[in-house]
């Protein structure tokens, strides 16, 4: 139980994110179909991965530190997602979530290349979740990164705005996983009551 509720506390909304993936990682099913087109059976096996990686590598003269993404999953052996729940639209989320999109493949999806030499980085399909109502959150964070070489790719991730689906379109596409989010629509009413008080 969470004791004094606040509903602009967006420790709160992350944790509710991750105690349903806890608890029950197959409501994850139909939101990777809506984001990658992906579906599973029911029973599929998830088994979330580590999400903790280490800061030495940026600065190994700084002291031994950590970060921690949100949510990071095995779906069927073969499938890797990465998911940030993200509250408030920030332009350097895109760079964030590189950072933990290089962590993630190198903690659980590098291997080496048999046939070229060299290795294989993968990364995971990853996407931003926003549970808040913003006009400017964008479809897509995109990066252009420029290698050493000329060569150039578009990093580019899918965002997930919770409230631009109706209460509806979450019951016909069994988006449950969005419902405790559909309380943020009530919090101007709620900011409303507290100020008449």
């Not at 506390?9 to 990682?25: C, G, Q, R, S």
């Not at 950590?66 to 949510?71: G, L, N, V």
């Not at 659980?108 to 294989?120: A, L, N, P, V």
């Amino acid at each position: 139980m969470v004791k004094n509720f606040r509903p602009e506390d967006k420790n709160l909304w992350d944790a509710i994110f991750n105690t349903i993936v806890d608890v029950m990682p197959e409501q994850l099913f139909p939101l990777f179909k809506e984001v990658y087109g992906k579906e599973y059976p029911k029973g599929t096996p998830v088994i979330r991965l580590s999400t903790v990686s280490s800061t030495y590598l940026e600065d190994p003269d700084a002291p031994p530190s950590s970060r921690r993404s949100d949510t990071a999953i095995l779906v069927n052996g073969t499938d890797y997602y990465h998911l940030e729940c993200q509250m408030h639209n920030d332009e350097y989320m895109v760079i964030r979530m590189i950072t933990y999109d290089i962590h993630f493949a190198m903690q659980h999806s590098t291997s080496k290349d048999e046939q070229e030499g060299g290795f294989i980085m993968r990364f995971p399909s990853s996407a931003v979740i926003y549970p808040e109502k913003n006009r400017e959150l964008p479809e897509t964070l995109r990066c252009r990164i420029i290698f050493q070489d000329g060569s150039q790719h578009i990093y580019q991730v899918p965002t997930v705005r919770i409230q631009s689906y109706s209460m509806q379109e979450i019951c016909d596409k069994h988006l449950l996983i969005f419902i405790p989010y559909v309380l943020l629509r009530l919090r101007p009413k709620l900011n409303r009551t507290e100020r008449i008080r």
